[in-house]
């Protein structure tokens, strides 16, 4: 008897051990996260804020345990090069190689499409939080791809309440357009048009300008622009090659000649060009973290931001740090790190946000954020200049008609 | 359309030349000389950038800073030209073109890595003294300023360069040797040294070339591809090796650019390779060049 309880106890004990260990004993599987931004490029300056925001919410939440208290997150991250076929092949070596559950990424809205149906062909999460064409939602539309950045219609809407606003004001009756010749810049100058012929028919487009991604001398452009003498002048270039178009028409003293409203002036460039961009210039920016500082998630994520890297987060930073914390809401919500799982938990979420409280669109997971439109000024309390009189255009606002998004997909599939 | 506004697209042009010229006539007096194709000079004009936003650093707070760190920039990247050469050019002199560029597109990746390791990811930017940082004006239309210091610069490097290969001894010693080394060599002149001197040389004109660029927009990673395929357009149109060609390929690939923005802007780069390519249909050792080049 007393062998056949010892054995039934031992068997018992074999039979536990055969199953492993109790799941509480167990080190989570760790949570791999794909960065797939411009390291390098054309798209440096807006990426390294962006790196170094999603650093630092990995190590708060890691500091918690990881994602859902257990599963600590590991960061791969891979330079595109701005190159649409160099991020596909980095975001199919994340995934294949690095095993990523979700990619962050990218930088160019090119390479974002291209990577797109990767990610789902892969069953892989993908977040947009810099590039912000709205072809990466709006068509061929991929129940993985969020995005968490006001998308080119949006801020292409909000730039054209504004414009139509002064144009009546000022009595303007004619633009020109100049955008980079690239995803971004052509979605985002259609858009734009499109908009300002349903909200002021009388504005008439006089020519249309495209210099090349990476364009380093626009004194060209520029003379073209003022050959032209059009009424105002709506631009679509961004990161350095805003930079170079800037200085450069400054130093023509373009802005002084012709309005130049909305084009995208973000944080980097207030912070970058805080001696040389001009005063008064009205500029339209995707995050700024001055807008929102009453929001006790963007408060804290600025003071610890500035004492890990000793300067004030961009527009880039804000967004890529929204990105990683949407994604571990989404997976609080989900219970589970299966980006199938997480990816049917996002759909419709509210999420905090430095921005405040958001939610992705269900029609195209498109972050209800907004865009600012403001008047570049100096303010005391900061060593660059910021937006005053700053107009939020909040998302719900600018997006495109939920009928439009189905209308464009439904002429996708024919 | 109104004249000043075509004059002002004519100088808009000129610059751009004045800016390609400035990289490729480095390029093209190292191959000219040399027979080296120098894959890497680009991003040997970045690093002139860098340099020149290291010493602009430093510098910034004296009137002459920025012209003073233009100068220091080319004298540096001229040194750092002389290593390049004397560890690993001169050892493919012998070689075939394929090696050349394996060698020197292998320079491409590793000067990019130690840019970003010294000067890091971030872009930087030069702030133009204000002698430099408004417009001046042509019948009424303005141009930026400090465009015309880079046409003054163009117009005085193709006139030293000119001065030097056509006036001096150790010019006809260079031009001699681009059509027979092993004769410049057996009259008892060290070949090996005059190609150093080449290759400093090319080398210092691509660092003026980068600190002049330095102040016009941000210097940034990458810039360098972009601008490689303009030079060796350049090139092909003026053709290797020849000072003149460079100058008018220049010329031509800036007015084309401008004045194809003025009045065809979707079509301004395509024409540029447009008449790249025809250049190479039509004449492939290019204007100026001579069919023993090709």
Same mark, same amino acid.
């Given at each position: ?167 009546? *004001? ?176 996002? *759909? ?67 | ?118 000067? %890091? ?38 006139? /030293? ?9 150790? %010019? ?15 009259? /008892? ?7 150093? /001197? ?8 691509? /660092? ?87």
């Amino acid at each position: 008897m007393k062998f056949k309880s010892t054995m039934t106890v031992a068997c018992v004990f074999a039979l536990l051990f055969s199953l492993g260990p109790p799941s509480s004993g167990l080190a989570a599987e760790p949570y791999h996260l794909g960065v797939n931004l411009a390291i390098t490029g054309t798209g440096a300056l807006y990426c390294k804020d962006g790196v170094d925001a999603i650093d630092m919410a990995v190590k708060e939440i890691n500091a918690k345990g990881g994602f859902l208290g257990k599963h600590e997150i590991k960061v791969f991250t891979r330079d595109t090069h701005t190159k649409p076929d160099v991020a596909v092949r980095e975001a199919k070596d994340l995934i294949l190689r690095e095993k990523v559950r979700t990619i962050l990424g990218t930088y160019s809205s090119a390479c974002a499409v291209a990577i797109k149906p990767i990610a789902q062909e892969y069953k892989v999460l993908h977040i947009a939080a810099i590039s912000n064409s709205e072809n990466i939602t709006k068509v061929n539309f991929s129940p993985y791809t969020y995005q968490v950045v006001p998308n080119s219609y949006m801020q292409a809407k909000a730039v054209v309440l504004g414009v139509a606003e002064l144009a009546k *004001k000022k009595g303007w009756k004619n633009y020109v357009t100049i955008a980079s010749d690239y995803e971004w810049g052509r979605s985002t100058q259609q858009n734009t048009v499109e908009l300002l012929k349903q909200m002021a028919p009388e504005l008439k487009l006089k020519k249309e300008f495209w210099p090349a991604l990476g364009e380093t001398q626009f004194t060209s452009y520029i003379t073209a622009i003022m050959a032209q003498k059009p009424d105002f002048v709506i631009g679509s270039v961004a990161s350095k090659d805003n930079v170079a178009w800037m200085n450069q028409a400054k130093a023509y003293g373009f802005f002084d000649k012709i309005p130049y409203p909305g084009s995208l002036i973000s944080v980097s460039e207030l912070i970058l060009q805080a001696k040389t961009l001009t005063r008064g210039l009205i500029g339209l920016s995707r995050a700024p973290f001055f807008a929102h500082l009453d929001v006790p998630m963007m408060a804290e994520f600025v003071k610890n931001f500035q004492a890990a890297y000793g300067r004030y987060p961009s527009d880039w930073a804000v967004m890529e740090y929204d990105a990683v914390y949407a994604l571990k809401q989404g997976i609080e919500k989900a219970n589970s790190i299966d980006s199938d799982k997480v990816k049917d938990a996002m *759909k419709g979420l509210s999420i905090d946000t430095c921005r405040g409280k958001l939610y992705f669109r269900e029609i195209d997971n498109q972050l209800s954020c907004s865009s600012y439109i403001g008047v570049v000024a100096d303010d005391p309390k900061y060593p660059f200049p910021i937006y005053h009189d700053l107009v939020e255009v909040k998302g719900p606002d600018s997006w495109r008609p939920e009928a439009e998004i189905l209308a464009d997909r439904q002429a996708e599939k024919k | 359309m109104d004249p000043a506004l075509i004059f002002s697209q004519f100088l808009s042009g000129l610059s751009m030349g004045m800016m390609l010229f400035l990289i490729a006539s480095g390029l093209s007096l190292i191959f000219g000389v040399m027979n080296i194709l120098n894959f890497a000079h680009a991003t040997l004009w970045l690093i002139g950038a860098y340099f020149c936003y290291m010493f602009w650093y430093v510098l910034q707070d004296f009137g002459f800073g920025l012209w003073l760190s233009i100068l220091l920039a080319a004298l540096t990247l001229a040194a750092l030209g002389w290593l390049i050469e004397v560890v690993l050019i001169r050892r493919v002199y012998s070689r075939e073109l394929p090696e050349q560029l394996l060698l020197t597109y292998a320079l491409v990746l590793i000067l990019g890595d130690l840019i970003k390791l010294t000067w %890091g990811v971030d872009d930087k930017v030069i702030a133009r003294p204000p002698l430099v940082a408004g417009p001046v004006f042509f019948f009424g239309v303005p141009f930026d300023s400090y465009f015309i210091f880079v046409i003054g610069i163009g117009v005085l490097v193709a006139i /030293g360069l000119w001065w030097f290969l056509q006036k001096t001894k150790y %010019g006809h010693i260079v031009r001699a040797a681009v059509y027979s080394r092993e004769m410049v060599g057996a009259l /008892g002149i060290p070949v090996p040294r005059i190609y150093t /001197g080449v290759f400093v040389l090319g080398i210092f004109i691509a /660092g003026l070339a980068g600190a002049v660029q330095a102040p016009v927009g941000s210097i940034t990673l990458g810039m360098d591809m972009a601008v490689i395929i303009q030079a060796f357009c350049v090139v092909v149109i003026g053709g290797f090796g020849s000072l003149l060609g460079t100058f008018v390929g220049a010329i031509i690939v800036g007015e084309v650019y401008a004045f194809s923005i003025l009045f065809w802007p979707q079509g301004a780069l395509v024409l540029i390779f447009v008449v790249t390519a025809f250049i190479l249909i039509v004449r492939p050792w290019g204007l100026f060049g001579t069919p023993m080049r090709t």
